[in-house]
């Protein structure tokens, strides 16, 4: 017999501990979700910027922060980031010896244009950077910006339009600006940009976890009357 129980049963039940409101709020930002665009953070060390980005992030609905951390650790802080990393998918792609060329050419075997950020790109600014197919906005660390490696390895380079004296943005910034134009043309255009029916599920199960006190515990407990019903 299997003895696994399914998810859809698991947040069903969570369901049955959340209240209403919480329910409502949890089914309209799921809706809102996207995995079309995602973002990457390579080796941002400064707190501040790393938390901004994570609430960025949730903030224009983008589910999942890949973070190369090659070099620096990702450190969030919680009055910066409000919670936004309850809610959005820290995806840490560290493991000793792995390059940035690595973690960029994982991201693309799983379908993803890299498009990195450089104020220095000719041919695509936010503005006419192809987002038919899924696509991966790298952003670099402080002062360095993105890495030459990063750089040799991305399907697009592209731009913020400026009209100053400044030649860039603070990275956090930047993200802002760049999530803000894309998001919007993803919602005007024909685009499936949607969650999976499997990521949804996923990510709701993820929230629960995180927002109900004890869900280790409640779960474990849902898991294991649910095989003893199946005996």
């Known amino acids: 017999m299997n003895n696994s129980v399914p998810e859809d049963y698991i947040l069903s039940e969570f369901y049955n501990i959340l209240t209403d409101d919480r329910i409502r709020l ?4 799921i809706a809102e979700r996207t995995n079309h665009l995602t973002v990457i953070s390579e080796d941002i060390f400064q707190e501040h910027n790393a938390s901004a980005i994570v ?6 609905g983008i589910q999942t922060l890949h973070l190369i951390e090659t070099r620096n650790t990702y450190q969030v802080h919680e009055g910066i980031s409000r919670g936004s990393n309850q809610w959005v998918t820290l995806e840490h792609h560290y493991s000793e010896g792995k390059t940035t060329t690595d973690i960029l050419n994982q991201l693309k075997s799983r379908g993803y244009k890299i498009a990195a950020t450089s104020p220095h790109a000719i041919e695509f600014d936010i503005f006419n ?5 899924p696509l991966a906005l790298l952003f670099g660390a402080e002062k360095k910006g993105v890495t030459t490696e990063a750089m040799e390895n991305a399907d697009y380079l592209v731009r913020i339009p400026m009209y100053g004296f400044a030649e860039s943005l603070n990275v ?3 993200a802002a600006i760049t999530l803000n134009i894309l998001r919007n043309r993803l919602n005007q255009s024909s685009i499936s940009w949607n969650l999976s029916e499997k990521e949804k599920l996923d990510t709701l ?4 976890r995180k927002h109900i006190k004890s869900s280790e515990l409640i779960e474990n407990e849902i898991r294991k009357k649910y095989i003893e019903k199946m005996l």
């Open 205 to 208: 199960l993820s929230w629960c």
């Open 26 to 29: 949890f089914e309209k930002i």
């Open 129 to 133: 950077l192809p987002i038919d197919q």
């Open 172 to 174: 956090s910034v930047a």
């Open 55 to 60: 609430r960025t992030c949730d903030s224009f």
